[in-house]
Every structure is written in C-alpha cells, then in structure tokens.
C-alpha cells in the first residue's frame, strides 16, 4: 500500500494558514491513528535532520512546540521517539487558524466620540502596518438596522478568526439605577424590620455598636443604591463585545471608553487592564499605540 504523505509546518511565529501553506513543509508525516483530540503518525523525514531543526531544540527544552497538519488542523507535540519515528501530538487551537485582520466595532450614537477614536486606531493601525512582517487588514463592523439583533455569519466568523478585536465602548446614555425603596411606600421601621434579629437586637452594647457602625444606616444605604445611575454603552458594540468575550481569548479584546463628564455612573462591563482602555480623549492618541503593540506582541509581527 502507498505511502500518503501529510504536510506539517512548524509554527514558530505567528503565520496564517493561508501564507503557512506556501512554504515547503517542515515534517512529512505518515499517520497511523486519529483520535478525538490526539493524533499518532510516523515521521518520513531523516532522524539526523529532525535532530537538527528547531522545533526539535525546543522540544528537548521544555518548550510548547505546535504545528499545523495538512487537513487535520493544529497540534501539539506530546512526544516522539527518534529511533522509531514515532510522534504523538494532541489537538490545539493555534494562532495560525487566525487571520491578519483587526476587526474595529465602532459606536455612532455619540458622533464626536466616534470620530476621535475612529481617527486615532485609524492613525495608530497605519503606523503599525509600516511596521508589520505580514500585511494587516482593519476590518470595521457595518452597521445593523434597527430591527436586525443577530449578527451575520460572516460577522461572526471574523471576530472570531482576528487577531484583535477592539469595540468603542464609549457610553452613550445613562439611565437611573434600580430603587428597592420608595419613601412614601416604606417607613423605617419596615426597612430595618427586613434586617431583624439577635444583631439589631444587640444594637444598644458595644459589641452591637461596633457592628452597626460597620453596616451603617439601611436608609441612606438603599437611598445611595437608588441614585446610582448606569452608563449605557452602544446596543451593537455590547452584542459584539458579548459574542467576542465568549468566543475569544480575553487577550485578544480590546474595550475602548472614552470618559464623558456629562454621564456618570456605574459602566457595565470591567475587563483587565489592558484589555479595557478608559481615558480621556487627549489621553486616547498617546495610550492606544502602546496598548495596541503590547496587545499584538505575542504574533512577533513588528522587527
């Protein structure tokens, strides 16, 4: 029976499958067994020569050293035997299934806010792309109509498959915080007769002093909760950043909000710096191109 070669390319650097496939392969595999998340093939090429290269220096070291296999997708090296040309790989999601694209989810409800961070990642994506080993494409959301609230599968497919997805997330409204209580409803004594028991029993001794300085008056706690007001971000910037947020790496989001002194309140989501951006918008032109270079760092695009 035939032998059939299978291409495997080392996936040192960032590369998308598109450019991987070619270039000359760096491992011709046999495969002999294809499991669920594993794969178990026998190497054609020369032990000397596997010996020699690079992803094999890594390997010894301790290093993860993937690949992308012809038709199968991306592995791991789990093991391998010189003498034999046996190895084992195990089922990954590589950076090389990623496209060279920065997909951008403007807001427009706020148009001045709109405008400045669009011209900065506009300015900052240009400076990057002069910088870049592979070509880079800024992809920007279109625009749904009102009664659409599904994003389509070719929306989907490119948040997903970028490298960097980045949302402006710059509110546009406010509205009030939700009110447990309402003064010509409830009186005192129902507020804190939801809170009875052997503590505000205790109120009058120093033990219980202590502990009512700690939870303070349930008034003027439910009278604070009641006038915190809530930032509301575009409706499309929260559906996409909703779909990125579950489909991609938290490395790989970028939240964008610019600060707005005429709204204050409580903003809806809270990602890690730097995966969330707040500034102002003569902070946004000398934060973002460092954010973004340490954001893309790990594909070893830039020299």
């Known amino acids: 029976m035939a032998i059939i070669a299978l291409k495997a390319w080392y996936l040192g650097d960032y590369e998308p499958i598109a450019t991987l496939e070619q270039r000359p392969p760096d491992l011709r595999l046999s495969r002999n067994s294809l499991l669920r998340s594993a794969l178990r093939a026998d190497f054609l090429d020369d032990s000397n020569h596997v010996r020699e290269t690079e992803w094999f220096t890594r390997y010894l070291a301790g290093e993860a050293v993937e690949f992308y296999i012809e038709g199968s997708g991306g592995y ?10 046996e190895i084992y790989f195990t089922k990954l999601e590589v950076l090389a299934q990623l496209e060279p694209i920065i997909y951008y989810c ?3 409800e706020y148009p001045m806010g709109q405008e400045l961070v669009t011209t900065a990642l506009t300015n900052v994506f240009q400076q990057l792309q002069q910088k870049s080993r592979l070509p880079l494409t800024l992809v920007t959301s279109p625009r749904l109509k009102p009664e659409i609230t599904r994003l389509s599968s070719n929306q989907l497919r490119q948040i997903k498959r970028s490298l960097l997805f980045i949302v402006d997330g710059t509110p546009i409204a406010q509205v ?3 009110s447990f209580v309402n003064s010509d409803d409830h009186s005192r004594e129902e507020i804190t007769g939801n809170f009875r028991g052997s503590l505000f029993d205790n109120l009058g001794d120093p033990v219980g002093d202590s502990i009512s300085d700690s939870i303070g008056d349930p008034i003027e706690k439910a009278h604070n909760f ?6 509301v971000p575009s409706p499309q910037a929260c559906l996409e950043l909703g779909f990125a947020l579950q489909s991609k790496r938290s490395e790989q989001i970028l939240l964008i909000k610019l600060d707005r002194p005429d709204l204050q309140g409580n903003y809806p989501f809270d990602l890690p710096s730097p995966q969330q951006l707040s500034c102002t918008s003569t902070e946004l032109e000398n934060s973002l191109p460092t954010v973004l270079e340490s954001l893309l760092q790990k594909f070893n695009l830039f020299s």
Not at 226 to 231: A, D
Request: glycine share 10%.
């Open 76 to 85: 791991g090296v789990a093991n391998i035997d010189l003498i034999s040309h």
């Open 106 to 108: 403007p807001q427009v």
């Open 176 to 178: 009030p915080g939700s």
């Open 226 to 231: 009641s006038n915190s007001r809530q930032l």
